[in-house]
């Protein structure tokens, strides 16, 4: 018997051993169908792109003709693992489904991809009439009751005030509507902020700075890092200066650093029209911002992980033993997406990362051990750098000294 004829004849792999069950509406799917291949996208693909659903990707063999009316788009795809801290995987709507056969003897594949509900924001009006002024996380429940869909805003939230909505046509005195998607797009720049769904479908709104104590540290053992992609950094993202409206036009305010802008020139990046109520609070927030971009910085966009991890965005990871090639031997990163790649008995997570002052998560002043003296502190060690104590100084004498 030729090889061929051998591979053809072996029983090909079914039961995924991480995925615990799959519902169609209410009703199980045969797991006996379903291939060792499951891709779920969760988060952002790039930490500053706007916001995104989650999605999911399942392929089946073996369903029968009778058995298709199950697998049509519009039905409610959850997926579920096999253990207690990876079990909500994904839930969402089926939007498109393949079938592909060869016509041969082999079983068609049926090919599903279904979208989490973040996706349908952009297809419901909000707004049309008047928004009080109110606290920014009472606006963002406000376009979220409005649509209809269940999300919730992380704790803390930042204490921005927003002003109340103006008529886009100030003679009839009528107010403009917006899809929800863009109206929560337009809340996540006024204070700095992502928009994500969970593993249940729940669309969480999290401010950047609601990430310092939002997830225990999550310390990834080197072993099962795969560190393939390089280090990188580019004058692209540096700002120093920002010009921030306030009102929805009212007026603005412009902050600069002039340190940077000797260096790198005057790069100025601009929100004209945020809903935040106030100069006061408008050059708060300025600021901040030009706090965390007005500096190039070593980013690791991402890595792979080859073994998964309960993780959330909005997490901080913690990457050890670094090699000597990377500008530091312990990074500490934010977590803004992750991919789920599950192929037979493999689980690969491939993380998307954000540098943690970005997020404002700075080494505060408190965090520094009593007995750290400045003459142990690195003299080559700038301060935007300082944003983990194992850069700033030695980790392993400052670990003693405490």
Same mark, same amino acid.
Do not use: F, K
């Given at each position: 018997m030729s090889a061929l004829a051998e591979l053809e004849l072996e029983a090909e792999p079914r039961v995924n051993p991480w995925i615990g069950s799959i519902y169609l509406d209410d009703k199980p799917v045969n797991l006996a169908n379903v291939l060792a291949s499951v891709t779920i996208r969760h988060g952002r693909e790039d930490p500053d792109g706007p916001i995104q659903a989650s999605t999911a990707d399942v392929k089946l063999k073996g369903v029968a003709r009778s058995s298709l009316v199950d697998f049509e788009v519009g039905? &409610? !795809? @959850?997926i579920r693992g096999t253990? =207690?801290? !990876?079990?909500?995987l994904f839930q969402g709507r089926l939007t498109d489904a393949t079938i592909d056969d060869d016509g041969g003897a082999s079983e068609a594949v049926a090919s599903l991809i279904a979208v989490s509900p973040l996706a349908d924001a952009g297809g419901i009006n909000v707004g049309g009439h008047a928004w009080p002024a109110?606290?920014?996380a009472s606006r963002v429940g406000r376009i979220l009751n409005e649509a209809g869909l269940w999300g919730a805003v992380d704790a803390p939230s930042p204490d921005v005030p927003i002003a109340a909505t103006k008529p886009s046509d100030p003679e009839t005195g009528a107010f403009a509507s917006l899809d929800a998607l863009a109206a929560l797009e337009a =809340?996540? $720049? $006024? &204070?700095? =902020? @992502?928009v994500w769904d969970d593993g249940n479908g729940t669309i969480i709104v999290q401010a950047f700075e609601a990430r310092g104590g939002l997830f225990p540290l999550l310390e990834l053992p080197p072993s099962i890092v795969l560190y393939s992609p390089p280090w990188s950094q580019t004058l692209a993202g540096v700002r120093n200066r920002i010009v921030l409206g306030y009102g929805y036009g009212a007026g603005s305010v412009t902050v600069d650093d002039h340190v940077s802008q000797s260096i790198y020139g005057v790069r100025w990046t601009g929100l004209f029209d945020s809903g935040i109520a106030d100069q006061a609070h408008a050059l708060e927030r300025a600021s901040e911002w030009l706090n965390r971009l007005a500096y190039p910085k070593w980013a690791l966009p991402g890595v792979t992980l080859l073994e998964p991890q309960a993780l959330a965005v909005g997490m901080v990871v913690e990457l050890t033993e670094l090699p000597d090639s990377a500008p530091f031997s312990t990074w500490r990163a934010v977590v803004e997406g992750w991919v789920d790649t599950i192929e037979g008995p493999d689980w690969t997570q491939d993380l998307i990362l954000s540098d943690p002052q970005l997020s404002g998560l700075a080494l505060p002043w408190q965090e520094l051990p009593p007995a750290l003296q400045w003459q142990a502190v690195k003299p080559t060690c700038r301060w935007r750098d300082a944003f983990y104590l194992g850069n700033l100084t030695d980790l392993t004498l400052t670990q003693e000294a405490a």
């Open positions: 039905h &409610v !795809l @959850t253990t =207690a801290d !990876l079990s909500n109110e606290p920014w =809340a996540r $720049d $006024d &204070v700095g =902020a @992502t």
